[in-house]
C-alpha cells in the first residue's frame, strides 16, 4: 500500500498568517493527490484534486502542487473559517490511502 | 444538488453484523463510482471500499476484505455496505463519497456520516 506522511500533525497559527502543510507519498502517485478540509463533527470537503486544480468554491487563497512525490497546500492568508483539519489522499493506486491529517489551530 | 444520506448504524456486539445505506439524489446515480470512507473517534480517514458505476468491479482494504461487502442498486439510488464479523476497531463514523465529476477518482460530495459502534 502506499503511505502518505503528512506533515506538521498539528500547525498553531494566526489570522492572516501563511500556512503550508506537506505530504508526501512512498512512491510515485502521479498528480493523483486530494486535499480535503475537515470540520470538527462535519464530513470532508474536497478543496483540491488532481494536485493543484481547486474544487468549485474553493476560496483562491487556497492552493497547491506537486514536486515528485512530494505534494503541498498553502493557504495564503488563514482566515477564521479555515481552523480545520486538513487530509491528504492518493487515489493512483487501490487501497487509497490519506495522510494522517494536520489540525490547524488558532495560536 | 448532490445530496448522499447514510443510514443503519448502530450499535453492534462484537462478531456481529450491520447493513449500512448510502442514498443518493441530485445526479444521475449511475454513472458514478461511490465510496465507503471511515473515522474512528478522535482518529484520521481510512478509505474502506468503492463500487463502480455500473457495479462490476469492487475494491476493499485490507482491514475488512472478506468480511465487507459493497454493493449497490441503481435502480434505487443507493449503495450498500454489508458489514460481518464485526470488531471493536471497526467502530468508526461510516461516510459514503462520490467518485468526483472532476477526475472521477477524487470525492466531491459527502454524506453527513452514520455511527457504527462495535461493542459488548
Known amino acids: 500500500d502506499i503511505q502518505m506522511t503528512q506533515s506538521p500533525s498539528t500547525l498553531s497559527a494566526s489570522v492572516g498568517d501563511r500556512v503550508t502543510i506537506t505530504c508526501r507519498a512512498s512512491q510515485t502517485i502521479t498528480n493523483w493527490l486530494a486535499w480535503y478540509q475537515q470540520k470538527q463533527g462535519k464530513a470532508p470537503k474536497l478543496l483540491i484534486y488532481?494536485?493543484?486544480n481547486l474544487a468549485r468554491g474553493v476560496p483562491s487563497r487556497f492552493s497547491a502542487i506537486e514536486s515528485g512525490t512530494e505534494f503541498t497546500l498553502t493557504i495564503s492568508s488563514l482566515q477564521p473559517d479555515d481552523f480545520a483539519t486538513y487530509y491528504c489522499q492518493q487515489y493512483n493506486y487501490y487501497p487509497f490511502t490519506f495522510g494522517g491529517g494536520t489540525k490547524v489551530e488558532i495560536k | 444538488q448532490v445530496q448522499l444520506a447514510e443510514s443503519g448504524g448502530g450499535v453492534v456486539q462484537p462478531g456481529g453484523s450491520l447493513r449500512l445505506s448510502c442514498a443518493a439524489s441530485g445526479f444521475t446515480f449511475n454513472n458514478f463510482g461511490i465510496h465507503w470512507v471511515r473515522q474512528a473517534p478522535g482518529k484520521g480517514l481510512e478509505w474502506v471500499a468503492v463500487v463502480w458505476f455500473d457495479g462490476s468491479r469492487e475494491y476493499y482494504a485490507e482491514s475488512v476484505k472478506g468480511r465487507f461487502t459493497i454493493s449497490r442498486d441503481n435502480s434505487e439510488n443507493t449503495v450498500f455496505l454489508q458489514m460481518h464479523s464485526l470488531r471493536g476497531e471497526d467502530t468508526a463514523v461510516y461516510y459514503c463519497a462520490r467518485s468526483s465529476a472532476y477526475d472521477g477518482s477524487s470525492f466531491d460530495s459527502w454524506g453527513q456520516g452514520t455511527l457504527v459502534t462495535v461493542s459488548s
Open positions: 488532481k494536485a493543484s
